[in-house]
């Protein structure tokens, strides 16, 4: 296990009342870095602020929607107030509904989302961004998906957004490059996640969609544990991604993994 290449920091990290979220908050947390949660449900994202504190970290719950402006503004706030201070933000929630073809979907879900999924990272970074310009330090991670590249149909808003995302953090790489900030993005191939169950739980009959691949998937027990891809977090948020800027990382590059596993060992 590498040593405690986070002690000082303080990192924000959504979506981490569960999945890949709470696997992070769990090795950031290792890494030796202060954490603020954030997660809509509160008992969740509770719980594992709770067990990480158990364990002698310091880590804050923040409970709330990140569709809503003021959970963003509150949960910079939280760790601005109790740390002075924001090396990491770990843009991770994400929701998959709706999962119906165009024609088909709730204009308010799919609305939700973009909101969800592109415009509170989008919120969230540019809220942090004065401060880590002025620390002249700062990692901003966008834990993305395959689905910004390729096409799936019955996920128009959830491909939609992804691909808004990584362009996002590429742009905004562009516009930090030089001042000690960094921002990239994980593709993370496919993780056994809720949102993996709620997948296989589409009814697909008289639709186009097809959720065999995931299926089958899951039947070979070949979904990645959330633990693995929080050491990959743990890379990118860490003094190995040094230099590394507007770049898309993914489970697929066999030659990064490995990088990762040499470094980590």
């Given at each position: 296990?590498?040593?405690?290449?986070?002690?000082?920091?303080?990192a924000?990290?959504?979506?981490?009342?569960?999945?890949?979220?709470?696997?992070?908050?769990a090795?950031?947390?290792?890494?030796?870095?202060?954490?603020?949660?954030?997660?809509?449900?509160?008992?969740?994202?509770?719980?594992?602020?709770?067990?990480?504190r158990?364990?002698?970290?310091q880590a804050?719950a923040?409970?709330g929607?990140?569709?809503?402006?003021e959970?963003v503004e509150?949960?910079?706030?939280?760790?601005?107030?109790?740390?002075?201070?924001?090396?990491i933000?770990?843009?991770?929630?994400?929701?998959?509904?709706?999962?119906?073809?165009?024609?088909?979907a709730?204009?308010?879900e799919?609305e939700?989302?973009?909101?969800?999924?592109?415009?509170?990272?989008?919120?969230?970074s540019?809220?942090?961004?004065p401060?880590?310009?002025d620390?002249g330090?700062?990692?901003?991670?966008?834990?993305?998906?395959g689905?910004?590249?390729?096409?799936?149909?019955?996920?128009?808003?959830?491909?939609?957004?992804?691909?808004?995302?990584?362009?996002?953090?590429?742009?905004?790489?562009?516009?930090?490059?030089?001042t000690?900030?960094?921002?990239?993005?994980l593709?993370?191939?496919?993780?056994?996640?809720?949102?993996?169950?709620?997948?296989?739980?589409?009814?697909?009959?008289g639709?186009?969609?097809?959720?065999?691949?995931?299926?089958?998937l899951?039947?070979?027990?070949?979904?990645r544990?959330?633990?693995?891809?929080?050491?990959?977090?743990?890379?990118?948020?860490?003094?190995?991604?040094?230099?590394?800027?507007?770049?898309?990382?993914?489970?697929q590059?066999?030659a990064?993994?490995?990088?990762?596993?040499?470094?980590?060992?």
């Open positions: 296990m590498a040593k405690k290449k986070l002690q000082g920091q303080v924000i990290i959504t979506g981490a009342g569960r999945g890949i979220g709470a696997a992070a908050a090795r950031l947390a290792a890494g030796g870095a202060k954490l603020v949660l954030a997660a809509r449900t509160e008992e969740e994202v509770e719980t594992v602020a709770a067990q990480l158990g364990q002698g970290a804050l923040v409970s929607d990140i569709s809503d402006p959970i509150e949960i910079v706030e939280t760790a601005l107030e109790q740390f002075n201070r924001v090396d933000l770990v843009n991770n929630a994400g929701v998959v509904w709706p999962l119906e073809e165009v024609a088909e709730d204009p308010n799919w939700y989302n973009i909101a969800v999924n592109l415009i509170a990272p989008f919120l969230l540019r809220n942090v961004l401060v880590m310009v620390q330090y700062g990692r901003i991670l966008a834990v993305s998906s689905a910004a590249v390729t096409p799936i149909a019955g996920a128009s808003a959830y491909c939609a957004a992804k691909a808004g995302l990584d362009m996002l953090m590429r742009v905004l790489a562009l516009e930090v490059a030089g000690g900030v960094s921002t990239n993005i593709h993370p191939g496919q993780v056994d996640t809720a949102m993996q169950e709620d997948i296989r739980s589409i009814d697909t009959t639709t186009r969609l097809d959720t065999t691949y995931f299926h089958n899951h039947e070979r027990g070949q979904l544990p959330p633990a693995e891809i929080a050491e990959l977090i743990y890379w990118l948020v860490g003094p190995w991604s040094r230099g590394r800027n507007g770049e898309i990382f993914t489970v590059d066999a990064w993994m490995q990088q990762v596993r040499s470094d980590l060992a």
